[in-house]
């Protein structure tokens, strides 16, 4: 048989007694099933599969938009195979392979392997891998691996790794990695890595890397890097870096770098470590000084309320 290309369509003859041109492939539309033409016999001959199983119906030759076809996608070993969510998307090996959630989409092997939540996006290698929670985002390899709660979002390798939080963001490479807490935001390689607090937030590398606390900021390379404090913030590259206190505030590079005390307030603009280790205190450098024996032009002295925590001036 010549190999041609014959496609019909529109064809005003009985399916059972239609012959058409050698090669012609037709569709039965009364058993929704393709034929192909050998010239000679009435009804062609229908195409089957290699095993020989016969031939699959999907939708009728009229459908042109195949709502009576499939309302899952899935390509891949196993991908989709038990209880898959309709409208549903799983591409890859064992993508999506178990229990995947209505309008959830898997991409990548392995990715939202088993019980992804509905509406949940895994794409990466292993991404969203295990239970990953409605709505959940997660994209890079390993990202949001095992346990990402809703509306997570894990963007980058291994971001949101374990136990991600619900509502939490990861940004970079290893981010909030392990145990990030719902609500917090860590942007930058290693930041916020293992165990960032309730509703922190660290961007910058390593920013906030290891136990930080709840609501602690940390803004800057390294700033408030391991074990920053509740309510804590550090602003600037190592600032508050290591063992931040509670409610501390250190502002500027290197400001409060270890051991700041809680409650204390660091401004640092020297290019060296500034450190305040004793508790409600305010350190700030420089500060210009002066040796006359006057105070200069325009100059006031200064004096302050412990009370209320106001400095005024003296305009005697």
Do not use: C
Not at 232 to 254: C, E, K, L, Y
Not at 255 to 265: D, P
Not at 281 to 304: H, S
Request: zero cysteines; charged letters at 10%.
């Amino acid at each position: 048989m010549a190999t041609r290309k014959l496609i019909s369509k529109h064809v005003n003859v009985a399916s059972g007694a239609y012959v058409g041109r050698d090669g012609e492939l037709w569709v039965d539309t009364v058993t929704n099933t393709m034929k192909i033409s050998d010239g000679t016999t009435s009804g062609g001959v229908t195409l089957t599969t290699d095993g020989g199983g016969g031939a699959t119906a999907w939708a009728t030759i009229t459908d042109i938009n195949n709502a009576s076809g499939p309302d899952t996608v899935t390509i891949g070993r196993n991908a989709g195979a038990v209880n898959q969510g309709t409208e549903s998307v799983a591409i890859g090996d064992e993508a999506g392979k178990t229990s995947q959630g209505v309008n959830a989409v898997a991409i990548g092997n392995n990715a939202a392997e088993t019980n992804q939540g509905a509406s949940a996006v895994s794409i990466g290698d292993l991404a969203g891998n295990i239970s990953q929670t409605a709505y959940a985002v997660a994209i890079g390899v390993g990202a949001g691996y095992d346990g990402q709660k809703e509306s997570g979002v894990a963007i980058g390798k291994s971001a949101g790794y374990t136990t991600q939080g619900a509502s939490a963001v990861a940004v970079g490479v290893d981010t909030g990695s392990t145990n990030q807490a719902a609500a917090a935001i860590a942007i930058g390689q290693l930041a916020g890595n293992d165990t960032q607090g309730l509703s922190a937030i660290a961007i910058g590398p390593l920013a906030g890397r290891t136990t930080q606390g709840i609501g602690g900021i940390a803004i800057g390379a390294t700033a408030g890097q391991t074990t920053q404090g509740i309510k804590a913030i550090a602003i600037g590259g190592d600032a508050g870096q290591i063992n931040q206190g509670d409610s501390a505030v250190a502002i500027g590079t290197f400001a409060g770098r270890t051991n700041q005390a809680a409650n204390s307030i660091v401004l640092n603009a020297t290019g060296l470590s500034l450190n305040d280790i004793v508790e409600d205190t305010f350190v700030v450098k420089p500060v210009r000084g002066e040796t006359g024996a006057t105070l200069p032009a325009g100059f006031k002295q200064v004096a302050y309320n412990s009370t209320t925590g106001e400095f005024i001036y003296y305009d005697a």
